[in-house]
């Protein structure tokens, strides 16, 4: 097959099929080691399955990453520090597949940066990241660790099977608030800019560098408003702008398009984007991204004529054994790590109903950074401050699935365990707040459920696709919440009612609130950083604190309580509601548990996307 000589206005057709992946989180093969069992949910060794079926009808497809694909597994936990481990399981595995970029994701930042350093430089490909910049330290521990961009030549094959070289530019670019989470560690290091800005410039540079085409890795959810300068979700932006060809969009977790052509909940901007194709495969290896640009040069130049866009679940496909092969030492060595036995636990501990009440999955954690922080503050002056702890549900089903829970059997603890209460390594962090500031705090918490009609049936409680890991729970104050009442904050922070009170009959040892007395408020550093918009959360109201990470800190709680949990520190409860229902969904397992006896739960039915349906009421 020769290269092709064209003449300037050839209306000869060339294809360059790109597939991508993003949001992997170390899942690299089919195994829960949460439970400890073979699961059927997605891997990265499935998708190199559908990586091979793609490669042998475009042989010369590109093959790239769209960043948080470093952690979230029992597989990247077991292989750190990374300096005294062999290579890097996860780069292994994309070293193996030929990897052609790879873009960073805010939760590689979560990593130290001899971590970050050690597995970065075991990858084969260009590593990107276009706005994050490195300031100027005489000892700067990220220089040089990636890229602003990159050009790749791609080869193409027209549709009379002949070929061509085409520039293929590439950038990268992840939400700037990753400055604000993971503060602690990067925040006196790197600057970042805003997306859309950089993927302007980084775009417009790559074309005046010969680029032809230009792919956006945009580590980015979609935001059906105008862009902000500085926003977190920003891939229907960068989408906009004329100098990006494609764009692969993660972050967020979900899938777009939709599979079987299923769009009825895609917003009518991402739609209307004909002229840029968009690919989000998913999270944790569910999906394949599929691009495929159509090409001809004219005058010289590159245009694109026509666009495929797709993705591909991995659920249906084996997993290619070559890779299964590569991984298996990896493998056993992860499984005999997330078996030591770290603790006890009394009763078994489930996030199955977490969203509609105060449950040990959550309260075990709370306990955890309250025990810590006493003990830490004991002789000092902020031991005379009232002291509370805000916990999330890690694992909570929504966008992760009918599997997405936490469930740990009562009994001996395997280390396994604590990665299921806490699925990232964050650290604690400690907030400064009044009383009035706890407040809005809580609103903002209560803004992950729909506002119920009193005497109504059957409403759906919350929005399936919204992410409960963003809904706090504080311990050490009783609290009701009235769902009849309208949310005072949207979901993604902003205020939308200034009128709207939501949570009633605050207490804090049996005393209404005192808004302008000062509490400390234990959280993790992402929630401290502004992650996901709570009122409050800025690192000028941070205290100092010794690092201590909270999966450390839970392991020695379990050690020294024996996993009983202290009933006493008080909670949340909804307020009563007569004649009226809402429904949720929640995992399979849950419809063998014993329902508790504080709630009125019923199961209603099994639904055929695997969850199962119940049914909260209140008399």
Not at 45 to 53: D, G, H, P, V, Y
Not at 187 to 215: F, P, W
Not at 447 to 466: H, K, R, V
Request: hydrophobic share 40%; with cysteine; proline share 5%.
């Amino acid at each position: 097959m020769s290269e092709a000589v064209n003449p300037p206005n050839s209306q000869e057709s060339w294809d360059l099929t790109i597939l991508a992946t993003s949001d992997l989180h170390s899942a690299m093969l089919d195994f829960d080691y949460f439970s400890d069992r073979v699961a059927s949910a997605g891997s990265l060794a499935r998708i190199a399955t559908l990586i091979k079926f793609a490669r042998e009808r475009s042989p010369d497809c590109l093959l790239v990453d769209n960043g948080d694909f470093l952690l979230g597994t029992p597989l990247a936990d077991a292989h750190l520090p990374a300096r005294h481990s062999p290579v890097n399981p996860v780069v292994l595995a994309m070293n193996h597949l030929k990897y052609d970029a790879v873009g960073l994701g805010n939760h590689e930042f979560n990593l130290r940066h001899e971590d970050l350093r050690t597995i970065l430089e075991q990858i084969d490909c260009p590593v990107l990241c276009s706005n994050l910049d490195a300031l100027p330290f005489a000892e700067q521990p990220y220089a040089g660790l990636w890229r602003r961009s990159v050009i790749i030549n791609a080869r193409l094959v027209s549709d009379e099977k002949r070929t061509k070289t085409v520039k293929v530019g590439l950038f990268s670019v992840l939400p700037p608030q990753v400055i604000k989470w993971d503060a602690k560690r990067i925040g006196a290091y790197l600057a970042a800019q805003d997306i859309v800005a950089v993927s302007e410039q980084a775009a417009r540079e790559l074309k005046e560098e010969g680029a032809d085409i230009v792919l956006a890795l945009a580590h980015s959810g979609f935001s059906s408003v105008n862009h902000v300068r500085g926003s977190e979700n920003a891939a229907l932006s960068v989408a906009r702008l004329s100098t990006v060809d494609a764009v692969v969009a993660g972050h967020v977790h979900k899938v777009f398009p939709l599979p079987d052509c299923n769009q009825s909940s895609i917003s009518s901007e991402i739609l209307c984007l004909a002229e840029t194709p968009i690919v989000m495969p998913g999270a944790f290896g569910s999906h394949l991204g599929f691009l495929r640009l159509s090409l001809r040069q004219i005058e010289n130049q590159w245009q694109v004529t026509g666009k495929h866009s797709k993705v591909i679940p991995s659920e249906r496909v084996k997993e290619d054994p070559s890779l299964v092969a590569l991984l298996s030492k990896a493998h056993k060595h992860t499984l005999a790590a997330a078996n030591v036995i770290v603790g006890d636990l009394e009763d078994a501990v489930h996030s199955y109903f977490s969203v509609v009440l105060d449950d040990r999955a959550v309260r075990l954690v709370a306990e955890a950074k309250l025990d810590h922080l006493e003990r830490e503050f004991a002789g000092t002056e902020l031991a005379s401050l009232p002291l509370l702890a805000s916990v999330a549900p890690m694992k909570c089903g929504g966008r992760g699935g009918p599997g997405h829970y936490t469930d740990i059997a009562a009994g001996p603890m395997p280390a396994r365990a604590i990665a299921d209460l806490q699925l990232f390594a964050n650290e604690l962090s400690v907030l400064r707040l009044t009383g009035a500031e706890i407040l809005e705090w809580l609103e903002m918490s209560s803004s992950l459920y729909n506002q119920l009609i009193p005497g109504t049936q059957d409403q759906i409680l919350i929005d399936q696709d919204t992410a409960a890991y963003n809904r706090e729970a504080i311990y050490g104050l009783a609290y009701e919440i009235n769902l009849s009442a309208p949310a005072r904050y949207g979901r993604d922070g902003l205020l939308l009612d200034n009128t709207a009170r939501r949570v009633e009959s605050v207490t804090y040892r049996g005393l209404d609130i005192d808004l302008n007395q000062e509490f400390l408020l234990a959280t993790n550093e992402y929630r401290a950083g502004g992650g996901g918009g709570y009122p409050g959360a800025d690192s000028s109201r941070s205290i100092d604190i010794r690092p201590a990470g909270v999966r450390e800190i839970l392991c020695e709680y379990l050690a020294s309580s024996q996993g009983k949990s202290n009933g006493a520190i008080p909670s949340w409860r909804f307020k009563e509601l007569p004649s009226t229902s809402a429904i949720f969904d929640t995992g399979t397992r849950a419809e063998l548990l014993q329902s508790p006896d504080c709630v009125d739960l019923k199961l209603l039915e099994k639904r055929s996307d695997g969850f199962c349906r119940f049914r909260l009421k209140w008399h």
